[in-house]
């Protein structure tokens, strides 16, 4: 691996260019990476294993993704970093040539719960594939996701369940903030399987409470990294402290560097968190939900299985254009699911990820005329919300 000099924290070019909007708001910008510049209010499809489960690259693209999200604790135990580096790197390695970001793997590790020891030093845990003893360290997270080279690396944090007392939610806090200042200096002395720079974002902790939120943002941000992450959110806390939390650390982050929020959410989600202030998100709810049958469409979450879509001649969402709206009924559609097709998986997952796809960019095209606002009433009056009737 190539050495380079240690960045000092001010020295670090900002990929980020901040359109409109300010801190605490509807925001649209242009996050440079070595793989293109991404548009945001931006979604990140998860691609778990390196591949978004069902679809090809084209039609990842297709749906309007920009960049996506693999998991760093999933490919370290398979196919493993090392693999991955001499396959060239992720991009080359699953054929995507858009934006990659990986998470660090400390919420997978952790949400692990019982086969798991964390130590100052870093997380013991055991391979939830064949129970081999696994450490993940801070600077590990980092070699790691240097050897699977996306254009954007997270560094580890220390996630806590909620409700958690006020300790344990401020020790883990602290302790994530020590990991990112080592999570920091060790990615500083890695370089890419391409040789291509990649962009650091810190995780700022900090649980439910806004002021801890906001004390640890401005913490964070004095430290060297390119961009920040809001993790440990949606564990368990009520819908206002997530946002009451995402917002008080977003007013503490620098206002000119970009803000990913870790692992949610719904549609409406995805709009308060625009509203808040956030520039990234990623969430399994359009992919996973796909396979359960599960539709997102503008009039509300569909579930195919149900018999009322057994005769219709409907596309799942007359405003959208993907090739499962464009060719395909709901009649066939819930046909294919019902008969276990693979096909109704990978049509109603082009769906769903089109669906976010179009809602984001629709969003961005809103906050620059001005009318994000309007935009988010307009669809929310739309979007009956049938998900108690329709949940997987
Ligand atoms: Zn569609």
Avoid at 91 to 104: E, K
Avoid at 293 to 304: E, K, Q, R, V
Wanted: with cysteine; glycine share 10%; net charge negative.
């Amino acid at each position: 691996m190539t050495p380079e000099a240690a960045p000092a924290p001010d020295s670090r070019p900002n990929p980020f260019r901040l359109e409109r909007g300010g801190p605490v708001a509807p925001r649209s910008g242009l996050l440079a990476t070595a793989h293109g510049v991404v548009r945001t209010p931006a979604f990140m499809p998860v691609g778990t294993q390196a591949t978004v489960k069902g679809l090809s690259p084209d039609e990842i693209r297709a749906a309007g993704t920009q960049i996506l999200l693999a998991n760093t604790y999933h490919l370290m135990l398979r196919p493993g970093a090392d693999l991955v580096r001499e396959r060239g790197g992720l991009h080359a390695f699953m054929g995507w040539d858009g934006a990659i970001l990986t998470d660090s793997g400390g919420y997978q590790v952790v949400s692990l719960r019982e086969r798991v020891a964390i130590r100052e030093e870093g997380v013991a845990f055991h391979s939830h594939l064949d129970g081999h003893p696994e450490f993940l360290s801070p600077e590990r997270a980092m070699e790691i996701q240097a050897d699977l080279g996306p254009d954007i690396a997270v560094t580890l944090d220390h996630a806590v369940s909620l409700p958690a007392s006020p300790e344990d939610v401020r020790d883990a806090a602290e302790r994530t903030l020590r990991w990112t200042e080592r999570s920091l200096a060790r990615a500083a002395a890695l370089s890419t399987p391409t040789g291509l720079p990649q962009l650091r974002f810190a995780i700022v902790q900090g649980g439910g409470d806004p002021a801890l939120r906001a004390e640890m943002a401005e913490r964070t941000s004095r430290l060297p990294c390119d961009g920040f992450a809001l993790g440990g959110l949606s564990l368990g806390e009520a819908k206002e402290e997530t946002w009451s939390a995402a917002r008080a650390a977003n007013g503490s982050l620098p206002a000119d560097r970009p803000r990913y929020l870790m692992g949610m959410g719904t549609p409406e989600d995805l709009l308060e968190g625009i509203a808040a202030g956030v520039d990234l998100f990623d969430c399994v709810l359009p992919t996973r939900n796909a396979r359960n049958g599960m539709a997102f469409t503008s009039d509300g979450p569909l579930n195919i299985r149900n018999a009322e879509h057994a005769r219709s001649g409907a596309p799942l969402d007359p405003r959208c254009s993907c090739e499962a709206c464009a060719r395909f009924t709901r009649a066939y559609l819930r046909h294919l699911h019902q008969a276990g097709e693979i096909l109704a998986h990978r049509m109603l997952t082009l769906h769903n990820v089109t669906f976010y796809q179009t809602l984001m960019r629709e969003a961005r095209e809103a906050i620059d005329r001005g009318a994000f606002d309007a935009f988010g009433g307009e669809f929310r009056r739309r979007y009956r919300d049938t998900r108690a009737a329709d949940s997987p």
